[in-house]
């Protein structure tokens, strides 16, 4: 590895840095990071913030205080610059107009829109153009817009706590009034962090009806997902929390309507309601990502028609004895173990 790579691992790492900060609220844009260098000094560095709003590239060249060193410049941009008129202006003609001396980028954009067109608009203006640098940090960075883009789904992360002895729920009749949890409180603030980065949250109507759950982030500043619940007959009660306190909520449904629900509850009526065709659903909206917290039925279908890409296991330091047993997931690689007080979470990813 030679000098001038060193240094453009080393930007790249910032560009990447920057670009996580946009968080959710850029989907279904990815994540996108720039730093702009001369003469080894960052000069300006910007990310994408909101989607609808300035690119990275825009945000790092409004930051340069003299422009007119643009031209000796190298920009870093941790995703190939757009070439399309969306919300925006195309970024590639950007770094065109202000003929950046050389440009580096982690990895070619997906979108059909994109790939490989901006980085071919940028040669061919006569500016030298580095692929490469740190792209699986940036696949991984943006592995959602890349799922969404590459296999015409949302990226699908399951989640599910279980007991010591394997049991993720009380029978009903085991079931005692604000005694159930599994876990330790603390782990609270794993669950809405992992939330707090997801579009959409899912579960099934038994979830609602059995643990009234808010299904939004309160422990830690961040935003809440979209709520999908799954109710193929309408049998979710009408009271819940989640029908009640007026953020989004989407029922997925058999029927034509369902009229004991809050006209702010959209219901969308599937004529079959499985995995495919919800993901389906959530691809026609936009939605890059959604975290399934439902229970065995929810997270079983999932599992057995193979559409998860990363799980959760939570293990509490209880038991039940006896229960409605976890789901056993297939086709897994164990990542990490990590104890919280006295309980344990297992993260795996999809082979």
């Not at 003929?99 to 059909?112: L, S, Y």
Request: glycine share 6%; charged share 25%; hydrophobic share 35%.
């Amino acid at each position: 590895m030679n000098e001038q790579e060193i240094k453009d691992i080393q930007y790249m790492h910032r560009a990447l840095q920057l670009a996580e900060f946009g968080g959710v609220q850029v989907a279904p844009n990815p994540m996108v990071g720039a730093v702009i260098v001369c003469d080894d000094k960052i000069i300006g560095e910007g990310y994408h913030q909101k989607y609808g709003e300035a690119h990275a590239e825009v945000h790092a060249v409004q930051s340069v205080k003299d422009i007119s060193l643009l031209s000796q410049a190298t920009i870093y941009v941790t995703l190939e610059p757009c070439a399309h008129h969306g919300k925006t202006p195309p970024c590639a003609d950007l770094i065109v107009r202000h003929h950046f001396k050389r440009v580096v980028v982690a990895c070619r954009d997906i979108n059909p829109k994109v790939s490989g067109k901006g980085i071919q608009h940028i040669k061919d203006a006569g500016i030298e153009v580095t692929e490469g640098i740190l792209e699986k940090e940036a696949r991984e960075l943006n592995k959602r817009f890349f799922t969404f883009h590459g296999k015409g789904r949302p990226f699908v992360i399951l989640k599910w706590a279980e007991t010591q002895d394997g049991f993720m729920d009380r029978l009903p009749e085991d079931r005692k009034e604000g005694i159930n949890w599994i876990t330790h409180s603390r782990m609270k603030l794993y669950v809405h962090t992992w939330r707090s980065k997801e579009q959409a949250i899912l579960v099934g109507w038994k979830t609602i009806n059995n643990d009234n759950p808010q299904l939004n982030v309160r422990k830690i500043a961040g935003s809440s997902p979209l709520r999908f619940i799954i109710d193929p007959h309408g049998k979710s009660n009408p009271d819940a929390t989640v029908f009640k306190d007026g953020n989004p909520t989407f029922v997925f449904t058999t029927k034509t309507s369902l009229p004991d629900l809050p006209s702010t509850v959209e219901t969308i009526t599937l004529p079959i309601i499985n995995s495919l065709t919800i993901l389906h659903e959530l691809y026609k909206r936009n939605i890059l990502s959604v975290f399934i917290e439902g229970g065995k039925q929810t997270l079983e279908h999932f599992i057995e028609e193979d559409y998860w890409d990363e799980a959760y296991q939570l293990i509490g330091n209880t038991t039940f004895t006896r229960g409605v047993p976890a789901p056993t997931l297939k086709n897994r690689i164990f990542i990490t173990f990590e104890s919280v007080e006295n309980d344990f979470i297992q993260y795996f990813i999809h082979i």
